[in-house]
């Protein structure tokens, strides 16, 4: 137990076996340990926790933005998961910055023509969409199911199934022995999850706190071989939507946590200390940011839209200006897909394409063979800006907003 009487998690000797043995050298062999330590995660559900008054005060304001920002008609027009998981998305449990311009992204998602870094978010992308779906209450199906989504496409043996092996972090690849830190074993898992789930039906913390402390406890508890990182993060976006927080947008926290590495891992081992308060904090200031800038960014957004409707062909009966409004969700398009979005025939969707070509508001290319599309430079450039501003880290003192 902790001072503040959060309880901290134990420790337990397990005995070694390097299931690699036989392929290391004898010299590699002598140094394998015989024993490690594995974490005991403590349980939450019902364990005491009281804000101090300065934090309550914040998380008050925080919530208050969070609210704004999701209510704020502007917040609406921008594509917030593409624009999120560009700068959270991690290519294994390691944090690993993927660099995907909006352009490359948009492409892979219309026409599945991504490899790489596009392909793993678009596919992340997808995740989250499905992750939204979940209802709650939170529970081991629903869990398995989003890491299911994140995982089918990269690392498919693994997905949807918890580990059944140790895993640790930092350290050797051979053994734990050196990490900074070693979850539960594998056996302790489940039980360790249901208390989890118990601790996000709590009503008596304020949603970022009880997100905050949700967030830490998973990944304490490290319940998979690979893919904790983006399945905690995906976590956050579901309980703070089913706290009533963000029903209509995805809030871009976990970007601006991830802009700033160190203190968000510094975050977590306090945590694994019992000290729940400074990952608290860290949401609590992280929400208000990525709240300011959402906000900040939906009005770029909408005073883009609104000056490229006046510089419009606007011909009467053509879809032109609804193509225009459509953009601000998808700056790359195909007669195809822009005569499914706004209901007109596709021939008629092309020439409005090709008009607002003409009239420089739209760069029209080829995407293969015979295959022709559209994108607006405006958009694509302002998500570009807008996945910048996320990733940057704040300077003390300052507000994280955009002009």
Known sequence: ?????????????????????????????????????????????????????????????????????????????????????????????????????????????????????????????????????????????SLLSMHRALLESSAPDDAGALRREPVWIGGSELSPAGALFVPPRHERVPEALEDLFAFTRRTDLPPLTRTAIAHAHFETIHPFVDGNGRTGRALIHVLLSWAGLTPHAPLPLSAVLLADVDSYFRSLDAYRCGEPLVIVELFIEAAARAAALGRSAGRRIGRTVEAMLERSPGRAGTPDRAIIALLARRPVLDAGSAATAVGVSEAAARRSLE?????????????????RAWRSPEILDLMDDVASALGRRARPGTRREMP
């Open 1 to 141: 137990m902790s001072e503040n009487g959060w309880p901290r998690p134990g420790r337990e000797t397990l005995p070694w076996t390097s299931r690699m043995a036989e392929f290391l050298t004898p010299r590699q062999r002598a140094l394998l340990p015989s024993t490690y330590e594995a974490a005991v995660v403590p349980e939450i559900a019902d364990a005491a926790l009281t804000l101090p008054t300065r934090l309550a005060a914040a998380e008050a304001d925080a919530v208050a933005a969070v609210s704004r920002f999701d209510s704020d008609a502007a917040s609406a027009l921008l594509p917030f998961t593409p624009l999120l998981l560009r700068s959270e998305s991690s290519a294994s449990s390691r944090i690993e910055r993927l660099t995907v311009s909006a352009r490359r992204l948009m492409e892979a998602e219309l026409f599945e023509t991504g490899r790489g870094n596009a392909a793993l978010v678009v596919a992340n992308t997808r995740a989250m969409t499905a992750a939204a779906s979940i209802r709650p209450p939170l529970s081991l199906d």
């Open 355 to 371: 008009r607002l070509e003409a009239a420089g508001l739209l760069r029209g290319y080829l995407i293969g063979p015979h295959r």
